[in-house]
């Protein structure tokens, strides 16, 4: 590829055609334009004379002017040209080795990095030069053989930014051997100008570049360098005060100031943080003055603007702050001086990073309960012994549900205790150290790899006088956290449901050891807060385990559950992904066998974070090899092939010359003709599609909508009543008046104010509108046929109420009685899903709905209202509960006569007998079933006692 300034040609032989200008020209000014053509008949007595020889007449110069143009742009875009092309590769027909880095910190600059990629490998495709691909975050299960050019591009298009550290060094090896084979005649790393430091297999960077100078290839190693690294999180802190997180940078960026925002589970955010980074300064502390309430559900933190994994941080249980109870063996005199109590030690150690809760109360079957019901997660026993059989129950529940029982012991545990231990104990202490002693006191042994202790280091003035001895069993080293060098257990725990217990063998204060005075001590107790979540994790997501006691088997294991990808987004695991020991947790750092994210189950989990407190972004160190390596940067504009574009103006060049061509042989005449033929068209096709229009219009409407939708849209915008119509106009014409009377009575009584009622025919009529529908029983009728009455189901069994009105003056009985209305009833019932009726208790909802009624008369009031049956409560609630409405209501007191009258108001029937307040009640009676159907039972809400009972008098 030849370059000129910022522009380049993949093809400049293709340029020489440019020197073939002139010779176009002069062809171009001997071909004259097309001569123009007049229609003129006395010319044809000219065909008969002798021709002779005539010179053309010359082209125009602005018509050579453009042809020549466009012969210049049709070179021009066949050479190739390429506006900011990036570096051009030496022609060769050795191999090229390009290494890419595709960590989390090439995920800001990615589209730079993979476009300057494909540049390069296309240039190779192009010249035929064999490539050697290699992603430094894939590992060495990528082939590393030579290949086309086109199968690289296609790795490369499926390759994204990782979500752990670039691993340089295990490709070394597997480079050096393809090497030896097929010598490179270029390498070119794509770096992400970092050299990761405090991260798993942190490579030398001069190294690592040294080793890829020393593959053999003839030109020096090209390092492109200047990618854009995203800011990073690291080292959550969760104090009583607030929560901080560091913001680390890379000394080359130039942001000044970041963004945190907090999150919760559910991707809500609970609060953001501006920090400012100083001058030189490459970190800063983010704090979120939050609650502690707040604070403790926070799940993830990330800084706004950057999608890196490295930028997120993931909050698990470990990090919140835990609600800790405290609970003294110690008499009342003793807790009087603080320094002698046991608490005092365990107050300053658990005080910065827990949520304390001492109980007031002396006796233990009072406080215990009372912590536990304040949400403790830990409870902390200093020397208690035996507890009483209830609060023994008691914890033991809540231990089974996830809580963790840390003990101490004392001389009351020495003494004998419960069944809330890990490990059987011996009767008494063990004294080292004393005049009688033949031992001297014991300092620590080393905590064991799988122990949750493990890595916290112990120094050598930590020293226990005495302890309280565990009795041998078979289970007892698997059960042991911390030993002390002569092998009897320091500190020993066993699972017991989704929660643990845990012992130390020795008191929390100073008497039988020095350990509250050390700082591994506040280590000790905030690995026990921290692992008591990993292991209610691991037995969730174990579905058998042989020995739940065990927490350090092999079998307690956190598989992972959701993992970050190298955008800081989260991805389902691949299958490829093991999971990790829940006791080895906190040593594991996050790496292509372990990605960041969460592993363990949604009923607890664990959070494994990229970035590690002492992790820092330090930038690429290649001064040491000089001239070895040309140092270039990443192509700060995007390559672009200006071939389309130069085709696309030549081809608007060639239309405007063939435009030229037709004036200038007078085709605008003969166009002007033919477009006064075409005018005459006009007014004929304006006719015929006005013609067509009228016809579309006196077509019946489809687009609109039919009576039904019609109907249908009216009452889903109001609401209205509705009777179910019967086909017999002195039935339906009393329905659509009573229905009108009591929707009158509504407007005026109520909040409610219902449209006109409309008459539904239930067999192809939309139910769904309307809580309430009153149907008329007609003995003659027919009963519905099964769709139908699968559509009445279906509108009961939604919430919506029949009322059932038989008009017949049902007695009070078992059987509903039988007349000809009550028959007719029983056979539409049939089959349908009907609950056990009742007649309306005094306490049914129904009753106080709206009004106090004690009875629900209509034009007769000898009828009895029948609803669903409900359970009795026994609770001498004045309102009973019910799960919903009743689905039907079965009267035969004719309300639609009483409620019945004119658009006057003048009422059409007399009730029976002719009383005033009968006809009120029965108005009462329908606004309580219009506000039952359309409330609910929530007037047995508990909030409306009072006021009912202050209506009833009681």
Excluded at 358 to 367: G, V
């Amino acid at each position: 590829m030849s370059s000129l300034l910022p522009l380049a040609f993949t093809a400049p032989w293709v340029l020489t055609g440019l020197l073939l200008l002139p010779g176009i020209w002069w062809l171009l000014r001997l071909t004259p334009p097309r001569p123009q053509e007049i229609s003129f008949p006395p010319l044809r007595l000219l065909f008969d004379i002798n021709k002779h020889e005539e010179m053309p007449q010359r082209s125009p110069w602005w018509l050579t002017l453009l042809r020549l143009l466009l012969a210049a742009l049709i070179i021009l875009a066949v050479s190739g040209p390429v506006w900011h092309p990036a570096n051009s590769l030496p022609e060769s027909d050795e191999t090229l080795y390009l290494v890419i880095d595709n960590g989390w910190t090439s995920a800001a600059g990615w589209d730079g990095q993979r476009e300057l990629a494909t540049d390069l490998l296309q240039q190779a495709e192009r010249i035929g030069q064999p490539v050697v691909f290699a992603a430094t975050a894939e590992g060495t299960a990528q082939p590393l053989a030579p290949s086309s050019a086109g199968e690289a591009l296609e790795r490369l298009r499926a390759l994204e930014p990782r979500p752990w550290s670039p691993d340089r060094t295990e490709l070394l090896e597997g480079l050096a051997k393809t090497a030896s084979s097929n010598p490179p005649g270029t390498v070119i790393w794509l770096s992400d100008n970092t050299t990761p430091q405090g991260l798993l297999d942190a490579a030398d960077t001069s190294s690592f570049a040294q080793s890829l100078v020393e593959l053999g290839a003839a030109t020096p190693l090209r390092v492109y360098t200047g990618l854009e690294v995203p800011l990073g999180l690291k080292g959550i802190n969760n104090n009583a005060e607030a929560l901080s997180v560091t913001v680390v940078r890379h000394p080359d960026r130039a942001i000044t100031n970041a963004r945190i925002r907090a999150s919760d589970l559910k991707g809500l955010v609970l609060g953001e943080a501006e920090v400012s980074f100083s001058p030189g300064a490459t970190e800063a502390i983010a704090t979120f003055n939050l609650p502690s309430e707040l604070r403790n559900d926070i799940a993830r933190l990330d800084i706004l603007g950057e999608r890196a994994a490295g930028a997120v941080q993931l909050v698990d249980d470990s990090w919140r702050r835990r609600v800790v109870g405290l609970v003294s063996g110690q008499s009342s005199s003793a807790r009087a001086q603080p320094l002698l109590s046991p608490l005092y030690y365990l107050r300053r150690a658990l005080g910065p990073f827990a949520d304390l809760r001492e109980p007031r109360e002396a006796d233990l079957d009072d406080a215990i309960p009372n912590l536990i019901d304040q949400g403790i997660s830990v409870l902390v026993l200093a020397d208690v012994g035996r507890l009483p059989p209830d609060s023994v129950e008691k914890i033991g529940e809540w231990v089974r549900n996830g809580g963790t029982l840390l003990r101490f012991s004392g001389p009351r545990t020495a003494g004998g205790t419960d069944d809330l231990i890990p490990v059987r104990l011996r009767s008494g202490g063990r004294s080292l150290g004393g005049a009688l002693s033949w031992k001297q006191p014991q300092k620590l042994a080393p905590f064991l790899p799988d122990s949750p202790f493990a890595g916290i280091p112990i120094p050598d003035e930590v020293t226990v006088t005495r302890q309280v001895l565990a009795e041998p069993s078979t289970d007892l080293p698997d059960r042991t956290w911390a030993m002390l060098e002569d092998g009897t257990p320091l500190v020993t725990a066993r699972a017991l449901g989704l929660g643990s217990v845990v012992l130390f063998h020795v008191t929390a204060g100073t008497e039988w050891s020095n350990l509250p005075l050390s700082g591994v001590f506040l280590d000790m107790l905030r690995r026990v807060l921290n692992v008591s979540n990993a292991f209610a994790a691991a037995t969730a997501s174990n579905e058998t385990i042989e020995d739940p006691t065990n927490l350090t088997t092999e079998r307690n294991v956190l598989p992972p559950l959701r993992l970050l990808d190298g955008r800081g987004s989260f991805a389902s695991p691949p299958a490829d992904i093991s999971p990790v020991q829940a006791v080895r947790f906190d040593l594991i750092q996050a790496s292509r066998i372990s990605p960041p994210g969460l592993y363990g189950t949604d009923d607890g989990f664990r959070a494994l974070n990229l970035l590690r407190p002492e992790a820092t972004l330090s930038p690429l160190e290649l001064e040491a090899l000089g001239s070895q390596v040309e140092r270039l940067s990443y192509p700060t504009q995007e390559s672009t092939d200006l071939r389309a574009s130069i085709f696309t103006i030549a081809f608007l060049l060639a239309c405007l010359d063939a435009l030229a061509i037709i004036l200038l042989a007078g085709g605008l005449s003969r166009l002007k003709q033919r477009s006064s033929a075409a005018q005459r068209l006009v007014p004929v096709f304006l006719i015929g599609m006005l013609a067509l229009s009228t016809l579309w219009q006196a077509q019946p409407a489809f687009a609109q909508a039919s009576s039904t939708e019609l109907r249908d849209m009216e009452a889903s915008l109001e609401t209205h009543l509705a009777y179910v119509v019967t086909g017999k106009p002195e039935i339906d014409t009393t329905s659509d008046s009573g229905l009108y009377g009591l929707s009158r009575y509504l407007s005026d009584r109520t909040a409610l104010e219902p449209g006109a009622p409309i008459g539904v025919d239930i067999t192809r009529d939309e139910l769904a509108f309307y809580s309430l529908l009153y149907w008329p029983i007609d003995p003659t009728a027919q009963k519905p046929d099964a769709r139908t009455m699968s559509r009445i189901d279906t509108f009961m069994r939604n919430g919506g109420t029949i009322l059932f009105d038989t008009k017949d003056q049902i007695t009070a009985g078992t059987n509903l009685g039988t007349s000809p209305a009550t028959l007719k009833l029983r056979e539409i019932l049939d089959g349908l899903d009907i609950p056990p009726l009742q007649p309306v208790p005094p306490d049914h909802v129904l009753t106080k709905a709206f009004y106090i009624l004690d009875s629900f008369p209509g034009r007769y009031a000898s009828s009895p209202l029948w609803v669903e049956s409900l359970e009795e409560t026994g609770t001498g609630r004045p309102v009973r509960a019910g799960d919903g409405v009743t689905p039907l209501l079965i009267s035969g007191n004719d309300f639609a006569a009483a409620w019945a009258m004119d658009q006057e108001g003048r009422y059409l029937y007399p009730t029976v007998p002719d009383d005033p307040m009968q006809r009120e009640y029965a108005f009462r009676s329908g606004v309580n079933m219009v506000m039952y159907s359309l409330t609910g039972n929530y007037k047995a809400d508990q909030v409306h006692i009072p006021a009912l009972l202050e209506r009833l008098g009681q």
